[in-house]
Nanobody, 122 residues
Framework: QVQLVESGGGLVQAGGSLRLSCAASGRTASSYPMGWFRQAPGKEREFVAFISWNGGYTAYADSVKGRFTISRDNAKKLVYLQMNSLKPEDTAVYSC???????????????WGRGTQVTVSS
């Protein structure tokens, strides 16, 4: 079993930055590929970013490419999402997920956190 807890969300002005963290617990937590997804009110959950278990491969949604960076520290069992140049359309609940075998496909992930709210004001 893997438990995931997100933190770092909040309210920021457009153009600002936030760094989200995802703390994983469980003996094998550091061996899982990890992803970030987001869901805005009234919209479907969408893929944001993916990182392989060793950090050697990353992937991003086109909407965040060049602005967001995913990284991980396996020794600390942490996954990060650095978000720069934030836009109002980035407002959503951001959730991390573990175990995905298809980066952008939510149903391929085995474990999910509860999410952290990110609100970007214009």
């Amino acid at each position: 079993q893997v438990q995931l807890v997100e933190s770092g969300g909040g309210l920021v002005q457009a153009g600002g930055s936030l760094r989200l963290s995802c703390a994983a617990s469980g003996r094998t937590a550091s061996s899982y590929p990890m992803g970030w997804f987001r869901q805005a009110p009234g919209k479907e959950r969408e893929f944001v970013a993916f990182i392989s278990w060793n950090g050697g491969y990353t992937a991003y949604a086109d909407s965040v490419k060049g602005r967001f960076t995913i990284s991980r520290d396996n020794a600390k069992k942490l996954v990060y999402l650095q978000m720069n140049s934030l836009k109002p359309e980035d407002t959503a609940v951001y959730s991390c997920a573990a175990g995905g075998n298809s980066a952008g496909v939510a149903r391929s992930y085995s474990y999910w956190g509860r999410g952290t709210q990110v609100t970007v004001s214009s």
